[in-house]
């Protein structure tokens, strides 16, 4: 297996992981897209899930 393949791997290893570890998935690709930006679509998706997945307190307006 070559180097491209095995990025490709972990690339959607960590697509598979990411409601479970959203931000660690979401920093993993960014740190892969430096190595082969074809993953840029893929790190989109994870930082997609990454911030619906936060929880921000709610103001009410009174």
């Given at each position: ?59 009410r307006?009174?």
């Open positions: 297996m070559g180097a491209a393949e095995a990025l490709a791997v972990l690339g959607i290893a960590l697509v598979l992981v990411r409601r479970r570890f959203p931000m660690a998935c979401a920093v993993g690709l960014a740190a892969l897209t430096g190595a082969a930006p074809s993953v840029a679509l893929l790190t989109a998706v994870a930082a997609y899930t990454a911030t619906r997945q936060m929880r921000t307190p709610r103001q307006v009174g």
